[in-house]
């Protein structure tokens, strides 16, 4: 499976971005998708997690309330609604698959269980 990560940018305090995360080469409804981010000088970190038929999500506390994981299968594309975005929002953002069976925060929040990742979308937020 290729991801490619796309719509990253510039954005002020207080503003919004949506990102995209189109996928080829697989069977898009086998994988629980997830994003993650990285900062400059930090680790990467888990953001979001949405299962296969979109009918779970789950969250980072520090996004939960501003951001929004959905999917679109007939589409191959996951997204990630970031609002109220703060300067610590700053990151690299990664979207990942996984095609594990379960839909649990264990399991969905660990970098480990992703099989395929895509190349990461620049998100820079000015205060």
């Known amino acids: 499976v290729q991801l490619q990560a796309s719509g990253g940018g510039l954005v002020q305090a207080g503003g919004s971005l949506r990102l995209s995360c189109a996928a080829s080469?697989?069977?898009?409804?086998?994988?629980?998708m997830g994003w993650f981010r990285q900062a400059p000088g930090k680790e990467r970190e888990f953001v979001a997690a949405?299962?296969?038929?979109?009918?779970?999500?789950y969250y980072a506390e520090s996004v939960k309330g501003r951001f929004t994981v959905s999917r679109d299968n007939a589409k191959n594309t996951v997204y990630l609604q970031m609002n109220s975005l703060k300067p610590e929002d700053t990151a690299v953002y990664y979207c990942?698959?996984?095609?594990?069976?379960?839909?649990?925060?264990?399991?969905?929040?660990?970098?480990?269980?992703?099989?395929?990742w895509g190349q990461g979308t620049q998100v820079t937020v000015s205060s």
């Open positions: 990942a698959a996984d095609s594990t069976f379960l839909f649990k925060s264990t399991i969905v929040t660990s970098q480990a269980e992703y099989e395929y």
């Open positions: 080469g697989g069977t898009f409804i086998r994988y629980v």
């Open positions: 949405i299962s296969r038929n979109a009918g779970n999500t």
